[in-house]
């Protein structure tokens, strides 16, 4: 008998579990949950500074916006690789930017996780466009750039991936024109508090090691693994790779047009 009720209880838990989750990932925007392991919220994640001075104070914004979130704080400190080869270092993100050459993207973020854990993460602003381009090379498109892909950093997938309705007013819209969608919004910041709920039994930030990074020329393309989430004009923006025991690399993409 007691067997039994374990069983059924063992059932019910995974009915609220797998329901609640259900909701959460109907309701949200983070993308199928991955977080930062940690054991007390707020948390800080740290920025590793591998910029050229020309983002230094987008970079500035961007984590002084994302510090407004109830759950998280980032600061900027010193970076630990180079702009050009932007190699992860375990526990943070590591921000560069260097001429990555006219490849079709303006921005990445390549976030490695481990489970449900995210354990580092890059971001890569592509100066081949930004500093050359009468387009790009803007405080709106640079603003907007670096706040969605340290957005990503944290776990927050885009909110609206249609680049031609009206702007929502966040980073995390794509639009063609990013005067409006500068900083998070209301709805970030809501979301990071549903990703960073609970808490776990240790952390993954901190950490100051180098691991395993998979394919290392991470600028091309083919080397991002499988499309797995298109834009409503139909280009790939989400791709993942697998690494083999439960790890694994997801790349967000901003493309030029
Ligand atoms: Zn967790
Ligand atoms: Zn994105």
New binding site residues.
Partial sequence: MAKIMKFIGFFALLVIFSSSFANRAEANHSWGGY?W?RTANPFNLNLGNNISRNWISFLTQASSDWSQSAVLGTSVIKGATRPANCRPTNGQVEVCSSKYGQNGWLGLASIWTSS??ITQATVKLNDSYFDRSSVYNTPAWRASVMCQEVGHTLGLDHQDEDFYNSPLGTCMDYSVDPTLNQHPNFHDYEELENIYL?L?PASTLNQLTRRAVGNNNLDEPTAWGKAVKFSKNGKPVVFEQDLGSENKLFTFVVWTD
Avoid: K
Wanted: avoid cysteine; hydrophobic fraction near 15%; aromatic fraction near 0%.
């Fill in positions: 977080h392991a449900e854990h609970h776990d």
